[in-house]
């Protein structure tokens, strides 16, 4: 593709530069473009070349995307923890990337064949010549399915962390509407599957003449498909709303810097601001009053008649709902002692009372508990007794009266788990609400990341969803996967203190009778590719062991 011949030092090189390519393509360097190249680039650079080969060349391509993309861990206020968790979670996930390039290769036509390429290009093309373009459609098609297939794996093994290539196509909003019907993989899908196919006509045009039939015919069926998604999300994006009911809510984002937020000496100070910002907002009015995730310091909830005083105060001045995070704790069963602690979002009525309770169901790993940590107790932080926090079992609705809205609440990362967030959104919900804190991370990249991922849990399941955080991106996004109230009132900035009111929405009659696909079936797409890609890879062991047998 650049040359006739590739040495060891090219092909390892070209791989690095297409895994800094898949990281530049997420916010906030948001060239999104990249994406539509670097998987293919990857798969050019591993054919023929056997299956450690392939590994290596996946392995290194998704080692830099993820080095490069998780930066912003570094920042975490632990130097060594932040620099353990950067490392980990890149040389981890990027097995990911290596079996895709290794499953892709296997399930080449005429993979076998390939020993004797080495480095030439243009050798490469001439056996890609002798595959029928049928057959060279289906492998395309096949990767991309493999593609759908790991990120359904990178978001369900070891508590997942997904990091979806279709999120780096946020602003291309006619293409994301897709989501609705296949989730967030659907637009991972449909880059991966061009990407494939553009890699394959460029190694063929090398010896094909002339050129513009071949990408003609090598691009048809995923340009077809594209056409296709594309039609179909100008359609949504233009089919007129039918005005309903809002709901004013105002969102606090106190920007308390992560280093000193469990300080217990800051307890005091912590609470007082979150009660003069919302004083300050209620001046607006509001129906719904909300604090991020962790607004209130541990164990005070229920606890502390100061902070009770203070939240019923608030609410009952301003005859608000209001929804806040916080820590919870509920005796052990079965006479072990102690407590279980939940990362927690709290519901209060206008008169002040705790009508519900919502425990976070999805915990960070390493950050709110520690595997096998009550057989290895010196795994254990010091901040997190007990082995750190107990999971939640169901989701759970926030039902308003006087106005009527019924919430689903999601905590910290929950909302960029597409299979969490549906389980969320019943037929009578009327948007997401996301509590977080994105404040460990400075002012870098992951708070746009975390938003860019969590605007396609809206479109997915045809709802709102309204993020309120401690320092990042507190904002609300409509069903079509549009940002709203992204910047402070006369500012650039959003990472600084301050509170937006915000008017959400509620779902119409009609619209809680039409589910979206994605909302009534779920990752049902996910799952079939994932059935062809197994499929296809069995086929290929089969196909082999024919060719060793000896009649």
């Not at 007990?386 to 929950?414: D, K």
Request: net charge positive.
């Amino acid at each position: 593709m650049f040359c006739a011949r590739i040495n060891h030092f090219h092909r390892y090189g070209l791989a690095a530069l297409a895994g800094l390519a898949l990281g530049l393509a997420y916010p906030k360097f948001n060239l999104f473009w990249l994406a539509w190249f670097s998987p293919g680039l990857v798969l050019m650079l591993s054919l023929g070349q056997g299956g450690w080969t392939a590994l290596r060349v996946g392995y290194l391509a998704g080692l830099v995307q993820f080095l490069v993309g998780f930066y912003w861990l570094l920042l975490i206020p632990n130097p060594a923890a932040a620099v353990a968790a950067w490392l980990l979670v890149g040389v981890l996930i990027s097995l990911y990337i290596a079996a895709w390039a290794w499953a892709c290769c296997r399930c080449f036509p005429i993979a076998g064949k390939f020993d004797k390429v080495a480095g030439h290009l243009p050798q490469l093309a001439s056996q890609l010549l002798t595959v029928p373009w049928q057959r060279r459609a289906l492998w395309t098609f096949t990767c991309a399915c493999a593609w759908v297939a790991m990120e359904m794996g990178i978001a369900r093994i070891l508590n997942g962390f997904p990091y979806s290539l279709g999120v780096s196509q946020f602003k291309f909003l006619p293409l994301i509407q897709i989501a609705s019907v296949t989730g967030v993989y659907g637009v991972s899908f449909i880059v991966v599957w061009t990407s494939v196919a553009l890699a394959c006509a460029c190694s063929l045009a090398q010896t094909a003449r002339p050129a513009l039939p071949m990408f003609t015919r090598e691009l048809a069926a995923p340009g077809v498909a594209l056409a296709v998604v594309l039609l179909f999300g100008w359609v949504k994006l233009f089919i007129p709303e039918t005005p309903g009911a809002g709901l004013k809510v105002a969102l606090i984002q106190p920007g308390i810097p992560q280093t000193i937020i469990w300080d217990v000496n800051e307890r005091t100070n912590r609470l007082h601001k979150l009660v003069q910002l919302s004083h300050q907002a209620m001046a607006h009015g509001a129906d719904l009053l909300v604090w991020p995730e962790a607004a209130l310091p541990e164990n005070l909830v229920g606890r502390n008649r100061e902070t009770q005083d203070l939240i019923t105060a608030l609410v009952r001045s301003n005859s608000v709902w209001m929804v806040f995070g916080g820590i919870d704790t509920a005796p052990r069963r079965g006479g072990e002692g102690g407590v279980y602690r939940f990362n927690a979002a709290f519901f209060i009525d206008p008169a002040g009372d705790l009508i519900s309770r919502y425990f976070k169901r999805r915990l960070v790993i390493f950050g709110e508990y520690t595997p096998a940590v009550r057989w290895l107790p010196f795994l254990s932080h010091p901040s997190m007794p007990s082995g750190g926090l107990e999971p939640g079992r169901l989701p759970v609705h926030f039902q308003m009266t006087r106005p009527r809205a019924r919430i689903a609440p999601l905590i910290c990362f929950e909302d960029v788990f597409p299979h969490v967030a549906r389980e969320s959104v019943d037929e009578e919900t009327d948007f997401l609400l996301n509590l977080t804190n994105n404040g460990w991370f400075g002012t870098s990249a992951a708070q746009w990341q975390h938003a860019a991922d969590a605007l396609f849990r809206a479109v997915e399941n045809g709802v709102p969803l309204v993020r309120c955080t401690n320092n990042g991106l507190t904002c609300w996004m409509d069903a079509q996967g549009r940002m709203h109230e992204v910047y402070f009132p006369g500012s650039a900035d959003i990472y600084q203190a301050g509170f937006k009111i915000v008017h959400v929405p509620l779902r119409t009659a009609w619209e809680k009778s039409h589910r979206t696909i994605y909302n009534h079936y779920g990752d049902l797409f996910g799952w079939i590719c994932s059935g062809i890609v197994l499929a296809s890879v069995a086929w290929s062991f089969r196909a082999r062991q024919r060719k060793r047998a000896p009649f």
